[in-house]
């Protein structure tokens, strides 16, 4: 079993989950999990996780990703960004994968997993795609042992998505919406995880490219309005047309801080957000996934909250 892993991301969404994971599947054997963070701060979520060992490394030095590497069985690549210019989504997507899979040769590491998106292609209209699809282009040209997984939205207890609908909504006597009628098969966090680990752990998969998806599509205004009926507030749902949309998503991008919404986000959305169906899913790595409707409410409804969520309940309720 491979047991010292870097996790570049790890202080994310989706790292949390899969460094939780990966510490029980150890089940406290010998081994470590190397988080890389600009700020050990930043990894207070996942500090306290036996054998996990967030270090402050600078990932754009080179020197430094060679130390982060020395004696890593193995990589799992989860840094993206959702927001920036083209030379922002370039530096993330593109040049780091490129710094990485030149310090894992030079390291002697072979086995990466790489966390892409749904959607990716060269020509798709968004700059967040374009880059995410050059980023793969890096990683399966390295002539290392990758795997990538192309997830859908990601939803779980401690999303971005959901939770921030139902804020909008507790706050808003109604809701204008951009890419109402866009199309996503949103997939829970700890699957995504799991599939993860289910790819380090099984060496068929190297080569592939796997999608990770829900078992349900929904657009974007049913995804909304779900939200706050879970959260005991729904709003009457405004779908924006596009000429307005992007209007607001231009002035949201002069406000302070990482945007709600992008012109970027806004043209990603012309791609449904869905599993194409020509590529291995989530069943060839032998997970069932969760259904939004059967995770989202225990975290969503009145009282309750992300640290109140059982993920386990959570399957056991699966449809």
């Not at 997830?151 to 809701?175: E, K, T």
């Not at 409410?297 to 699966?318: C, E, F, I, S, V």
């Amino acid at each position: 079993m491979i047991s010292n892993i870097v996790v570049t991301g790890g202080t994310g969404f989706v790292g949390r989950s899969v460094c939780a994971k990966l510490v029980e599947r150890s089940g406290g054997a010998s081994g470590r999990i190397v988080v890389p963070t600009r700020r050990i701060a930043h990894a207070r979520h996942i500090q306290m996780l036996p054998t996990v060992q967030p270090v402050e490394t600078d990932l754009s030095d080179p020197a430094a990703l060679a130390r982060l590497l020395q004696g890593a069985d193995a990589l799992v690549h989860l840094v993206a960004v959702l927001h920036g210019s083209e030379e922002r989504f370039r530096q993330v997507h593109v040049e780091l994968p490129q710094r990485l899979a030149a310090a894992c040769a030079q390291a002697g590491v072979r086995r990466v997993v790489h966390v892409s998106a749904l959607g990716v292609a060269a020509d798709a209209p968004s700059r967040y795609l374009r880059s995410k699809s050059a980023g793969e282009t890096v990683w399966r040209s390295s002539g290392l042992d990758v795997t990538v997984l192309r997830p859908s939205v990601i939803f779980g207890a401690h999303d971005r998505l959901l939770n921030l609908f139902a804020q909008l909504q507790a706050l808003a006597p109604l809701l204008p919406l951009a890419g109402a009628d866009s199309r996503y098969q949103p997939v829970w966090v700890e699957d995504v995880a799991a599939a993860v680990l289910r790819c380090l752990d099984d060496p068929t998969t190297i080569g592939q490219v796997i999608e990770c998806a829900g078992p349900d599509t929904y657009t974007l205004r049913q995804i909304v309005e779900a939200a706050g009926r879970w959260a005991g507030h729904p709003r009457p749902v405004f779908p924006l047309p596009e000429a307005l949309a992007r209007l607001q998503a231009m002035l949201m991008e002069l406000l302070p801080g990482e945007p709600l919404m992008s012109r970027d986000n806004i043209d990603s959305m012309r791609v449904p957000n869905i599993a194409s169906g020509t590529l291995p899913g989530l069943d060839r790595l032998g997970i069932r996934p969760a259904a939004l409707d059967a995770v989202v409410p225990q975290y969503l409804a009145p009282g309750q909250g992300p640290a109140r969520l059982d993920p386990w309940r959570a399957r056991a309720r699966r449809t």
